[in-house]
C-alpha cells in the first residue's frame, strides 16, 4: 500500500493543494484541476509507481479538456438482440488478432470496431517496427510479450500471406569513449534474450554507407524487422473472417448494463446485443471502455507521433533500421526516440516523436514535428532531405501512466478482459498477447459451457496475386487468365485494375478510396493518388453499380464528389 501522505505531501508541494491523492484497493486515484493539460500528465507521473498500484487520473483541465469520442453516422439496429461468446471491442492490429486465435475454436466471435475500416487508428499510424526488445525494462509485460511476439512473426506472417523482412537494427554511437564499452554490452542485451553484437566503424560503415561520418562504432540487433502494420491487421481480420468471425464496422459501444459484477448487454449505435466475454482492446479509449464497465483501475494519456514516408528514389540510403543514441531523450519523452526505417514496402520512413495530447484522435500533423525528427536523425544519416516526403501521418499511442501492458481479467467485473496500455512494441507483441488473451477468454468460458476445438479452422489466408512481386512469365500468364490484371491504374505503385477487384472481393472489402490503397497501394507513391484517384473511384463507383459522387474517401463523412 502507497503513503497517500507522502503522494499528497508532493502533489501539495508542485500544484499547492489543487491535486489531491486517495488509495483504495490497489488504485491511487487522483483529482482535482490543473491549468494545463502538460500539468495533469505531470501529476499522473508524480504518483505513477510500476508493480506496486495502478494510477487513475481524474485531474480536470477546463482549459484544454478531452475531446468526447468522434461517433459513426450509421444508426441501425443490425445487432439488436444479438448473443456472442465473445465481443471484442477495438479492430486494430491486438483486436484482430485475438478475434482470429478465438475462431480456432466452435465460439459465436464478433469484432466491433467504430471505424469505416479495421487499422484506422494506432494500428496504421506507426512505423512498422518489429521491435528486437531494446529499451524495454526487465520484467515488464512489455518485454516479455516482445520477446516472445518477435520471434512468432516469421511464421505468422507466413501464414497470413504478409511481407515481412528481418533487416536488423542498427544503434549507433557518436562518442569516443564508446569505443572502449561497446564490446562489452552486448553480454547485457544477451542476458535479456535479445541477441546483440558490437560492431567498430568500419563495420558499420560497411553495412551502411551513407550513415554520418562522426559514427565511432554502434550495436547491431539482428532480429529485428519491418512488416506493413495495416496489412497485417487486414490479415488478421480476413483470416477470422474466414474462420467464422464477424465484423462489425461502424459500430460504436457507447454504453453497458451490468448485473451482479458482469456486462449482460452492450449498446450501440447499431442495437443492442450480450456476449459472455468482452474483451477490451479499444486502444485509447480503452481506460473508458473499462469505466463503462465499472471496472476502470488505470488511465489512458494520449501520446502522438509523427512520421514522414520518403521517395522510393531515396530508399538507397538506409537498407536496415538506423538510429544514433542521444537523438531523444527516451526517460523525459518515453519514447524510442524514432529512427530510419527500411520499410517493407521500398521507402524510408522517418520518425516518430511524442507529444501528449488531451485528444485521444489528434491526428494533425506540425511543420515543427517533422522538422524536428529531421534534424534529430539527421545526425545518424546526414542526407535526409525533407525534399524527398511525399507524406506525412500521426497516429497516437495509448500508454498507461505505468508505461507498461495491462493483460488481465477484470478486477471489479467478471467477464471483462481487458488488453489495455498497448503502445510501442505494440505491433510486435501483438501474435503473443493474442495467444495469452484466447485462452484467458477460453479459461472463463469453460467455466460456462463445454468449448471445443473448430476441426474447419484454416490458419492460411490465401492473399490475392501481387503485380509488383511476379516475374514477366507469371505477369502475363495472370494476363491471359484474366484481362484486368494487364490494365495498370497505379503507375507510381504498378497496381493494376484487376488488384483493385479482388480487394472489393475479399473477406472484408471496404469499397473506399482510401480502403483499397490499404490493400494494394494505389495512391501510395509519389503522386500520392493525384493520377489514380479518380480512376478507383471510378472503378468502385463501377463494381458497385452506384453514382460517381456516392463512393467516399474513407468513411460515409469523407465525401469525394458533390456531382
Sequence with gaps: ???????????????????????????????????????????????????????????????????????????????????????????????????????????????????????????????????????????????????????????????????????????????????????????????MGVPCESLSRAQVLEREPGLSGEVQCGLSFPTAGIVCPYGLTIAYAENAADNGAELFLDTAVTGMELEKGEIRRLHTNRGSFSARVVVNAAGVFSDELAQMAGDRFFTIHPRRGTNSILDKKAAGQVKTIASMLGTAD?????????????????????????????????????????????????????????????????????????????????????????????????????????????????DYLSTLKPVEKNENYDPIRHGPPVLREMDDEGRAALFRQNPDYGIIISRCEEVSKGEILDALRSPIPVPTVDGIKKRVRPGMGRCQGGFCSPLVTQIIAEYLNCPLEEVRKSSEQAVITYG
Design 1 to 191: 500500500m502507497p503513503s497517500v501522505r507522502r503522494l499528497n505531501k508532493k502533489l501539495a508541494a508542485r500544484f499547492g493543494g489543487a491535486v489531491r491523492a486517495a488509495y483504495e484497493n490497489g488504485v491511487v486515484t487522483l483529482t482535482g484541476e490543473a491549468p494545463s493539460w502538460a500539468e495533469v500528465v505531470e501529476a499522473g507521473r508524480l504518483c505513477a509507481a510500476r508493480g506496486k498500484y495502478t494510477l487513475v487520473n481524474e485531474v480536470r483541465c477546463p482549459a484544454e479538456p478531452q475531446p468526447p469520442m468522434k461517433l459513426p453516422a450509421v444508426r441501425d439496429e443490425l445487432l439488436e438482440g444479438r448473443s456472442f461468446d465473445v465481443a471484442v471491442i477495438g479492430g486494430g492490429v491486438v483486436g484482430c488478432a485475438v478475434a482470429r486465435e478465438l475462431t480456432r475454436w466452435k465460439l459465436r466471435v464478433a469484432l466491433i470496431e467504430k471505424e469505416h475500416d479495421v487499422a484506422m487508428q494506432a494500428s496504421s499510424r506507426n512505423d512498422g517496427m518489429v521491435h528486437p526488445g531494446i529499451d524495454l525494462r526487465r520484467g515488464t509485460l512489455k518485454q516479455r510479450y516482445n520477446a516472445r511476439g518477435n520471434a512468432m512473426y516469421d511464421a505468422v506472417c507466413t501464414e497470413l500471406g504478409v511481407p515481412f523482412r528481418r533487416t536488423g537494427q542498427i544503434l549507433c554511437l557518436r562518442q569516443k569513449w564508446a569505443r572502449y564499452l561497446v564490446p562489452l554490452t552486448p553480454l547485457y542485451w544477451r542476458s
Design 330 to 442: 527516451t526517460k523525459k519523452a518515453h519514447t524510442k526516440g524514432g529512427g530510419i526505417v527500411s520499410t517493407v514496402d521500398g521507402n524510408l520512413l522517418i520518425g516518430p516523436d511524442a507529444v501528449e495530447t488531451p485528444d485521444r484522435e489528434d491526428y494533425a500533423t506540425s511543420r515543427a514535428s517533422v522538422e524536428n525528427t529531421f534534424r534529430r536523425q539527421g545526425r545518424a544519416l546526414p542526407t535526409l532531405a525533407t525534399g524527398d516526403i511525399i507524406t506525412y501521418f500521426t497516429g497516437v499511442r495509448a500508454p498507461t501512466f505505468e508505461e507498461d501492458f495491462i493483460i488481465e481479467m477484470g478486477r471489479k467485473t467478471g467477464n471483462i478482459l481487458h488488453c489495455a496500455g498497448i503502445q510501442s512494441p505494440g505491433l510486435t507483441t501483438a501474435p503473443a498477447v493474442a495467444l495469452d488473451i484466447e485462452k484467458m477468454a477460453v
